[in-house]
Each structure stands twice: as structure tokens, then as C-alpha cells.
């Protein structure tokens, strides 16, 4: 089985770039969600799919790193719309 690209897409029926996301946070590296964040929105997750994947990990992985996913969210749509990030 590959990992990655078409084949996990697939298999879970949504983009492979959730599962991505989801598995940064419960990794603890936030400082990579900038790389997946916008290739996520752009492949057809919605804001609302990307805000849950975000906040359900919260649970499992901890707040803070949920707190910091939800930050690079929050950058990565401010700068789609052309507002300044808060």
C-alpha cells in the first residue's frame, strides 16, 4: 500500500491533507501546519471541515496545540482575504 497522495484520499474519502493536519497536531509540530493548512483549504475542505479537524484533536493531543492549529488557521484565511492577521 503507498502512503500518501491519491491512494489516501481514497481510502478515507476526503483529502489526504486533513488526516495531515490532524496528525501535526497530535505530533506536536505546529510549526508544519503552515504547509498543510492552505493545500487543505484548496483541495476542498471547507473552513468549518478544517475547524473541526482542528479542535477535535484538542481532546486527545491537548489544548495548546489545538490553541496554536487554530492561530495558523486563523493566519492562513486572513491572508486569503487580504486582511492583516491579528
Not at 500500500?1 to 481510502?11: L, N, P, S
Not at 479537524?53 to 487554530?70: E, L, N, Q, S
Amino acid at each position: 500500500m503507498r502512503v500518501g497522495g491519491e491512494a489516501a484520499g481514497r481510502q478515507s474519502g476526503r483529502p489526504p491533507a486533513r488526516e495531515a493536519v490532524t496528525a501535526l497536531i497530535a505530533l506536536y509540530r505546529n510549526d508544519q501546519l503552515g504547509f498543510h493548512v492552505e493545500p487543505t483549504l484548496e483541495n476542498g475542505l471547507t473552513e468549518e471541515e478544517l475547524t473541526e479537524a482542528i479542535t477535535h484533536p484538542a481532546f486527545y493531543a491537548g489544548r495548546p496545540d489545538a490553541r496554536g492549529a487554530a492561530g495558523q488557521l486563523k493566519a492562513v484565511l486572513a491572508s486569503a482575504d487580504g486582511a492583516p492577521d491579528n
